[in-house]
């Protein structure tokens, strides 16, 4: 499930301008919506998409075709994985309607690219450290599509891609409906880099084009993964390494090399939504294909614990680089 170089080009170098939280919007007002947060969970942020237009207070619209890395200065098309959309925020490819966000894949000629897509973010308008993030969505299906729903810091404390991690809550290939994928990605800057994650499979022939629940929940030292509440992964192992040579990443040797323990999990983390076509990570489309590809978000809410943080859980079992 590797998002390539992604991060290694500008979205992970990033700087983030601190945190907005903001109220809910749901039409029957904050208080209503706080009533539903789960047990132990306080609502601290949301879009339920009421309105006429995407709230721009939310969630600010990345365009184009790819990225400029900020290291050696080079523009890396396809976003670092050699996608084939143009993200723009015209109607044709964002837009509300009866309450829900929807996020279009477009076969069309736009810009020296043979696709359109949107990728929404709410980088600079609100990030969080830890919390339960919920998202009630249907994804599109079809080969070479790519939904994802995933986060990244706001601020590259740690270095570049992906010493400061990224978190995927999820990502699907389009041709393998049946299931999504949850991972974390971390280490040293690139090529140093590593991930761990997990697939959900659906039960009862459920797939990823159904209305479903995904849920991530972050606390010091433990992430864990939720489809319909059902808990299908925890990961309380990782690690994050600042040194290099040069512009590339380089594994730590001993202890003390390492960032110091929850790192790169413990900063504010900003929430992405796109629908990306093709590249290395599932292939391109094919003839089989139907376009539009559409993702539909009913509504995105971010909660805090109301009594404060939890207490740190130490580093779970793992092995580190240069545990032999």
Same mark, same amino acid.
């Given at each position: 499930?590797?998002?390539?170089?992604?991060?290694?080009?500008?979205?992970?170098?990033?700087?983030?301008?601190?945190?907005?939280?903001?109220?809910?919007?749901?039409?029957?007002?904050?208080?209503?919506?706080?009533?539903?947060?789960?047990?132990?969970? $306080?609502?601290?942020?949301?879009?339920?998409?009421?309105?006429?237009?995407?709230?721009?207070?939310?969630?600010? @619209?990345?365009?184009?075709?790819?990225?400029?890395?900020?290291?050696?200065?080079?523009?890396?098309?396809?976003?670092?994985?050699?996608?084939?959309?143009?993200?723009?925020?015209?109607?044709?490819?964002?837009?509300? $309607?009866?309450?829900?966000?929807?996020?279009?894949?477009?076969?069309?000629?736009?810009?020296?690219?043979?696709?359109?897509?949107?990728?929404?973010?709410?980088? $600079?308008? @609100?990030?969080?450290?830890?919390?339960?993030?919920?998202?009630?969505?249907? #994804?599109?299906?079809?080969?070479?599509?790519?939904?994802?729903?995933?986060?990244?810091?706001?601020?590259?404390?740690?270095?570049?891609?992906?010493?400061?991690?990224?978190?995927?809550? #999820?990502?699907?290939?389009?041709?393998?409906?049946?299931?999504?994928?949850?991972?974390?990605?971390?280490?040293?800057?690139?090529?140093?880099?590593?991930?761990?994650?997990?697939?959900?499979?659906?039960?009862?022939?459920?797939?990823?084009?159904?209305?479903?629940?995904?849920?991530?929940?972050?606390?010091?030292?433990?992430?864990?993964?939720?489809?319909?509440?059902? #808990?299908?992964?925890?990961?309380? @192992?990782?690690?994050?390494?600042?040194?290099?040579?040069?512009?590339?990443?380089?594994?730590?040797?001993?202890?003390?090399?390492?960032?110091?323990?929850?790192?790169?999990?413990?900063?504010?983390?900003?929430?992405? #939504?796109?629908?990306?076509?093709?590249?290395?990570?599932?292939?391109?489309?094919?003839?089989?294909?139907?376009?539009?590809?559409?993702?539909?978000?009913?509504?995105?809410?971010?909660?805090?614990?109301?009594?404060?943080?939890? $207490?740190?859980?130490?580093?779970?079992?793992?092995?580190?680089?240069?545990?032999?």
């Amino acid at each position: 499930m590797h998002r390539g170089k992604i991060m290694l080009i500008a979205l992970a170098s990033l700087a983030g301008a601190g945190i907005v939280m903001t109220l809910p919007s749901k039409a029957e007002g904050p208080a209503a919506a706080a009533q539903k947060a789960p047990a132990g969970w $306080k609502l601290a942020w949301s879009d339920e998409f009421d309105g006429a237009q995407v709230d721009k207070t939310k969630w600010a @619209f990345e365009r184009g075709s790819g990225a400029t890395d900020p290291i050696t200065n080079t523009f890396l098309a396809g976003w670092g994985n050699n996608e084939l959309e143009f993200y723009t925020s015209r109607p044709e490819n964002v837009y509300l $309607k009866d309450g829900m966000l929807h996020i279009r894949a477009v076969k069309e000629s736009y810009k020296g690219s043979g696709y359109t897509s949107a990728r929404l973010s709410t980088r $600079k308008l @609100f990030a969080a450290k830890y919390g339960r993030f919920e998202f009630r969505a249907k #994804l599109p299906t079809g080969k070479g599509i790519w939904p994802a729903i995933w986060m990244l810091p706001e601020e590259n404390k740690y270095g570049g891609w992906a010493a400061s991690g990224e978190i995927d809550i #999820l990502e699907a290939r389009g041709q393998e409906p049946e299931k999504i994928l949850g991972t974390l990605h971390y280490g040293s800057r690139w090529p140093a880099n590593t991930h761990t994650g997990k697939d959900y499979i659906f039960p009862d022939k459920g797939t990823i084009a159904d209305f479903h629940v995904y849920t991530l929940e972050w606390d010091p030292g433990e992430i864990r993964w939720y489809v319909d509440d059902k #808990l299908y992964q925890t990961q309380n @192992f990782w690690w994050s390494c600042s040194d290099t040579d040069g512009p590339k990443g380089v594994n730590p040797e001993v202890e003390s090399e390492l960032n110091p323990w929850p790192a790169p999990f413990d900063k504010p983390f900003y929430i992405i #939504l796109n629908v990306a076509v093709g590249g290395q990570f599932l292939g391109n489309p094919d003839h089989t294909t139907t376009f539009p590809a559409e993702m539909i978000v009913d509504y995105v809410r971010a909660y805090e614990r109301p009594g404060g943080e939890e $207490k740190l859980k130490p580093r779970g079992a793992g092995k580190l680089p240069f545990n032999k």
